[in-house]
């Protein structure tokens, strides 16, 4: 039972992260992927006990009870290369908080050289699970006092939200006294520590403990570590703030065997409540998966579990598919798995209101969306993702922040459109935006930015006649026939003006509104197929199911428009869990007649239960497009 006194300062600490200035007035820069890309999982582990054994390997699974390894089974990093002993064992992997960078630690040591043998550990970072940067932390030379060390066990990492820093933990042995576990906190290269080592968890009985795994669970962090001397098995020990050294030790033993265990091992079921606990039974090589709701009680699920490989000591962590189809691109897809993937979202995270270009300078795909996942449309940063292949998307990181890089607004960055022009020889990339209801431009020499923001709104009125809607939506067109460029806008309405040769700056008397029906709302995109100029837009609201795409032709970039009767070409699909199509761009593959639609949609499964929240929680997809002979737009059939 956890404590009344640690139940208030749980409550107390809660009430302060709600209240808190950095939750009310910042914003922390989303990456990588959110819970709903997650598609498989990475065990890291070694092998056993020769030096060949003591290295680093990998395994994948889709479903995380069945798993194969990855290279044939053979070492992933070579362990002569990245440890001084020659040897490495008990490897845990972290993903850090910024959800696209990889944090691994790793025991210096080949037990060859003894069990009392090794000082040392090896620090390893990543973007990608396939390169990492290594650096060694030998413990008795860098800090005074360890003169007796004996040995350095099982290091693992831990964001510790109250210091927002890496908290690496692990267990020591001075002379003759017992194995406790220390923590240190690490630089922000992450191949060092800040300070020296100090005592983060010993039992009450003084007995040794070893091989402790923290997770944090709605706000606790539950030590799961290994006793020696005094009954040796798996306890558990709950705290609300790591270096506190108030811990409540629970009773009982966690591990489901009589047989000896260590290096236990927590981790979350993708699109689940259940806990995985797992453990080496070093006795028997092999390994025991266990399962839990609540981090308490243990049912044995190794009937469910299936491993080409022998694992030791390891960790299990979530992968998206993304960065499963890059570790299988690296080392191999393992014989007699299928990765059948969804083809959407094609970005990790939550996106929304895409637009797309081919980049004639880098020969890459660029997706530009909205940055999505925050209350009430509350963005206020834009980034980019690139593809070479329209299949694998890399985040280029943010490319203009409101908060930092644009002076007249800071709030709801929306829904923005790009164009490539080359200017005296050299490319150069118009970058037009919605803040705070109004629309601005900024330029960059690289699709990727940086982008310098003009200075001032582009567009912050509203055209002549129209008393409704927003300024919101731009979408940009050169015209291929007279180069001449246009901006489109609007929200319940379609405005359009002829952009100066800057792009910066609209032709005086050049703004007129464009006919379209009542079911225009918003997201207006324009392009241009064998004689013909398509407007695209989106009808209902985008918290609705039923947003969706319609379009119409014109034989010019100003009109009028022609809208045929059946011209919805984008709509939700109950059928396949799909819903809120729209907001769209379209992409045409140069040198051929290909066509791709590129839009968002409610996330998948879960958005059509979110009521409201789905409508700002989106995800961005791709389908192609056809056209029938007479070049009518052929209704898309959206895809998972």
Same mark, same amino acid.
């Given at each position: 039972?956890?404590?009344?006194?640690?139940?208030?300062?749980?409550?107390?600490?809660?009430?302060?992260?709600?209240?808190?200035?950095?939750?009310?007035?910042?914003?922390?820069?989303?990456?990588?992927?959110?819970?709903?890309?997650?598609?498989?999982?990475?065990?890291? &582990?070694?092998?056993?006990?020769?030096?060949?054994?003591?290295?680093?390997? &990998?395994?994948?699974?889709?479903?995380?009870?069945?798993?194969?390894?990855?290279?044939?089974?053979?070492?992933?990093?070579?362990?002569?290369?990245?440890?001084?002993?020659?040897?490495?064992?008990?490897?845990?992997?972290?993903?850090?908080?910024?959800?696209?960078?990889?944090?691994?630690?790793?025991?210096?040591? #080949?037990?060859?050289?003894?069990?009392?043998?090794?000082?040392?550990?090896?620090?390893?970072?990543?973007?990608?699970?396939?390169?990492?940067?290594?650096?060694?932390?030998?413990?008795?030379?860098?800090?005074?006092?360890?003169?007796?060390?004996?040995?350095?066990?099982?290091?693992?990492?831990?964001?510790?939200?109250?210091?927002?820093?890496?908290?690496?933990?692990?267990?020591?042995?001075?002379?003759?006294?017992?194995?406790?576990?220390?923590?240190?906190?690490?630089?922000?290269?992450?191949?060092?520590?800040?300070?020296?080592?100090?005592?983060?968890?010993?039992?009450?009985?003084?007995?040794?403990?070893?091989?402790?795994?923290? #997770?944090?669970?709605?706000?606790?962090?539950?030590?799961?570590?290994? #006793?020696?001397?005094?009954?040796?098995?798996?306890?558990?020990?709950?705290?609300?703030?790591?270096?506190?050294?108030?811990?409540?030790?629970?009773?009982?033993?966690?591990?489901?065997?009589?047989?000896?265990?260590?290096?236990?091992?927590?981790?979350?079921?993708?699109?689940?409540?259940?806990?995985?606990?797992?453990?080496?039974?070093?006795?028997?090589?092999?390994?025991?998966?266990?399962?839990?709701?609540?981090?308490?009680?243990?049912?044995?699920?190794?009937?469910?579990?299936?491993?080409?490989?022998?694992?030791?000591?390891?960790?299990?962590?979530?992968?998206?598919?993304?960065?499963?189809?890059?570790?299988?691109?690296?080392?191999?897809?393992?014989?007699?798995?299928?990765?059948?993937?969804?083809?959407?979202?094609?970005?990790?995270?939550?996106?929304?209101?895409?637009?797309?270009?081919?980049?004639?300078?880098?020969?890459?795909?660029?997706?530009?969306?909205?940055?999505?996942?925050?209350?009430?449309?509350?963005?206020?940063?834009?980034?980019?993702?690139?593809?070479?292949?329209?299949?694998?998307?890399?985040?280029?990181?943010?490319?203009?922040?409101?908060?930092?890089?644009?002076?007249?607004?800071?709030?709801?960055?929306?829904?923005?459109?790009?164009?490539?022009?080359?200017?005296?020889?050299?490319?150069?990339?118009?970058?037009?935006?919605?803040?705070?209801?109004?629309?601005?431009?900024?330029?960059?020499?690289?699709?990727?930015?940086?982008?310098?923001?003009?200075?001032?709104?582009?567009?912050?009125?509203?055209?002549?006649?129209?008393?409704?809607?927003?300024?919101?939506?731009?979408?940009?067109? #050169?015209?291929?026939?007279?180069?001449?460029?246009?901006?489109?806008?609007?929200?319940?309405?379609?405005?359009?003006?002829?952009?100066?040769?800057?792009?910066?700056?609209?032709?005086?008397?050049?703004?007129?509104?464009?006919?379209?029906?009542?079911?225009?709302?918003?997201?207006?995109?324009?392009?241009?197929?064998?004689?013909?100029?398509?407007?695209?837009?989106?009808?209902?609201?985008?918290?609705?199911?039923?947003?969706?795409?319609?379009?119409?032709?014109?034989?010019?970039?100003?009109?009028?428009?022609?809208?045929?009767?059946?011209?919805?070409?984008?709509?939700?699909?109950?059928?396949?869990?799909?819903?809120?199509?729209?907001?769209?761009?379209?992409?045409?593959?140069?040198?051929?007649?290909?066509?791709?639609?590129?839009?968002?949609?409610?996330?998948?499964?879960?958005?059509?239960?979110?009521?409201?929240?789905?409508?700002?929680?989106?995800?961005?997809?791709?389908?192609?497009?056809?056209?029938?002979?007479?070049?009518?737009?052929?209704?898309?059939?959206?895809?998972?």
């Amino acid at each position: 039972m956890i404590s009344h006194k640690l139940q208030f300062r749980i409550f107390l600490i809660a009430l302060l992260q709600l209240f808190s200035p950095f939750n009310l007035f910042s914003q922390q820069y989303k990456a990588g992927p959110a819970d709903k890309d997650y598609a498989g999982y990475l065990f890291v &582990y070694f092998k056993g006990n020769a030096v060949n054994d003591e290295a680093l390997c &990998y395994a994948i699974s889709t479903d995380g009870y069945n798993y194969k390894a990855l290279n044939n089974n053979q070492p992933v990093l070579a362990s002569d290369k990245i440890s001084s002993t020659g040897g490495i064992r008990d490897p845990h992997i972290l993903r850090g908080v910024d959800g696209k960078t990889f944090y691994m630690v790793l025991t210096d040591m #080949t037990s060859s050289k003894g069990w009392d043998s090794n000082r040392a550990m090896v620090m390893l970072k990543s973007t990608d699970l396939v390169n990492w940067k290594h650096s060694i932390v030998n413990i008795q030379q860098l800090y005074k006092g360890q003169e007796n060390l004996k040995r350095v066990w099982a290091p693992q990492t831990i964001y510790d939200p109250a210091k927002e820093k890496y908290m690496v933990y692990w267990s020591m042995k001075h002379d003759q006294g017992p194995d406790i576990i220390y923590y240190a906190y690490a630089n922000d290269d992450f191949n060092g520590f800040t300070s020296e080592p100090k005592v983060l968890f010993t039992p009450k009985n003084g007995k040794s403990c070893i091989d402790g795994d923290i #997770t944090n669970k709605n706000g606790l962090f539950y030590l799961f570590y290994k #006793t020696e001397g005094n009954g040796n098995g798996i306890k558990l020990a709950i705290t609300d703030s790591l270096t506190s050294g108030k811990w409540i030790e629970q009773d009982g033993y966690k591990q489901q065997t009589r047989d000896a265990v260590e290096g236990s091992g927590v981790f979350k079921l993708n699109n689940s409540d259940k806990y995985i606990l797992m453990y080496d039974v070093y006795g028997k090589g092999k390994y025991q998966f266990c399962e839990s709701l609540d981090l308490d009680k243990f049912k044995v699920i190794d009937h469910e579990v299936t491993m080409d490989f022998h694992p030791r000591h390891g960790t299990i962590i979530p992968l998206s598919r993304q960065e499963m189809l890059n570790v299988t691109a690296r080392w191999g897809t393992p014989k007699g798995m299928e990765l059948a993937f969804r083809k959407n979202p094609v970005l990790d995270g939550f996106y929304a209101d895409p637009d797309v270009i081919y980049s004639n300078q880098t020969k890459k795909y660029y997706i530009y969306p909205t940055s999505d996942g925050f209350d009430g449309w509350g963005g206020s940063y834009f980034k980019t993702f690139s593809s070479p292949d329209l299949k694998t998307w890399t985040d280029e990181g943010v490319i203009l922040d409101l908060k930092k890089d644009v002076s007249w607004a800071d709030r709801n960055a929306w829904a923005p459109t790009i164009a490539e022009k080359k200017v005296k020889g050299k490319y150069k990339y118009y970058y037009y935006f919605t803040a705070a209801q109004k629309i601005g431009v900024a330029v960059a020499d690289h699709p990727a930015g940086p982008f310098n923001d003009s200075g001032k709104p582009l567009v912050n009125f509203k055209p002549d006649g129209i008393k409704r809607g927003q300024e919101i939506d731009p979408a940009v067109f #050169t015209d291929p026939k007279t180069k001449q460029s246009y901006l489109y806008w609007g929200n319940g309405y379609l405005a359009v003006a002829e952009l100066n040769d800057d792009m910066i700056s609209l032709k005086p008397n050049s703004i007129k509104t464009l006919n379209t029906d009542k079911t225009f709302r918003e997201g207006c995109y324009v392009f241009f197929r064998k004689g013909t100029y398509y407007f695209m837009w989106s009808e209902d609201d985008t918290r609705s199911e039923n947003y969706r795409v319609r379009y119409g032709t014109s034989k010019s970039p100003l009109g009028p428009i022609e809208i045929k009767e059946n011209n919805l070409i984008l709509q939700k699909d109950p059928s396949k869990g799909i819903y809120g199509t729209g907001h769209n761009s379209v992409l045409h593959v140069p040198g051929k007649d290909e066509w791709y639609i590129v839009y968002h949609r409610f996330n998948y499964p879960n958005g059509i239960t979110m009521g409201d929240a789905a409508g700002f929680n989106r995800e961005v997809c791709i389908d192609q497009m056809y056209f029938d002979g007479e070049g009518n737009i052929i209704p898309v059939k959206p895809t998972l």
